[in-house]
């Protein structure tokens, strides 16, 4: 796993629950936060490219080529529309890292794509802050394996529609009743190459999060 620019002490795997004054303790003095974050969605939706486009170190990708017969077809699916020049597929994670503001770090953990690989789900969403589920207006089916997880867990997700060249241009509450989401869940459009529409992404994610967890806490102890 990279290891630019993260202390030897830093624990990514660790659960943060202090969404107000992020980067702050209560008496003002400044703290160094890292927050883990999970990018799923459907096969070819575009999560390599998101945590590239706003990675600050170098970002790792595990993949492998697909097969002739994947290349065509998809993998295990018969219609990939929109997909059929993706020669190669995450295998085991992408990780990326991006500083969203001085005291904040966030470490982004890509999921596999496809359903040979989802056992890995469960140990790479371990401890995660929250989630963002990228879709594909054209393939918004492939989105409901990652929703229905991140639901039944209780971690906070947000939907980020990646706006692909030609693809159906669905609204966020269109989005938003297709893919059946509970109520208050964001969804958000987005460019996944673009690096300041990624990392807005992630503060709105970040942002929510902080929201979720604070009512979750207020509720335990009323």
């Keep these: 796993m990279p290891s630019e620019s993260i202390d030897s002490d830093e624990n990514p795997r660790a659960t943060h629950h202090a969404p107000a004054n992020v980067g702050r303790t209560m008496i003002g003095e400044d703290i160094a936060l890292t927050l ?27 993949e492998e ?5 994947e290349t065509e077809r998809g993998p295990g ?29 966030l470490l982004l953990f890509g999921t ?10 469960e140990e790479l969403c371990e401890g995660a802050l929250a989630a963002v589920v990228l879709a594909d207006t054209r393939r ?14 209780r971690i906070p997700f947000v939907v980020a529609v990646n706006r692909f ?12 009743q297709a893919l059946d989401l509970d109520g208050g869940t964001p969804v958000v459009l987005c460019d996944a ?25 207020l509720a335990s102890v009323s």
């Design 193 to 217: 190459r673009d690096r300041a529409s990624g990392k807005e992404v992630l503060i709105r994610t970040v942002e929510y999060a902080g929201r979720m967890h604070t009512a979750r806490l």
């Design 65 to 69: 080529e697909l097969s002739e017969r």
């Design 112 to 121: 596999p794509g496809q359903d040979r690989f989802r056992f890995l789900w």
């Design 36 to 62: 883990k974050i999970v990018v799923a969605g459907g096969f070819g939706a575009g999560k390599s490219t998101l945590i590239g486009s706003v990675s600050e170190i170098r970002p790792l990708h595990s």
């Design 77 to 105: 699916r018969g219609n990939t529309g929109g997909v059929e020049r993706k020669t190669s597929t995450t295998v085991a994670m992408d990780f990326g890292r991006i500083t969203v503001h001085s005291g904040l770090s």
């Design 165 to 176: 060249p030609g693809a159906p241009d669905h609204t966020e509450h269109d989005v938003a």
């Design 140 to 153: 918004l089916e492939d989105c409901f394996a990652a929703v229905d997880h991140f639901e039944r867990r």
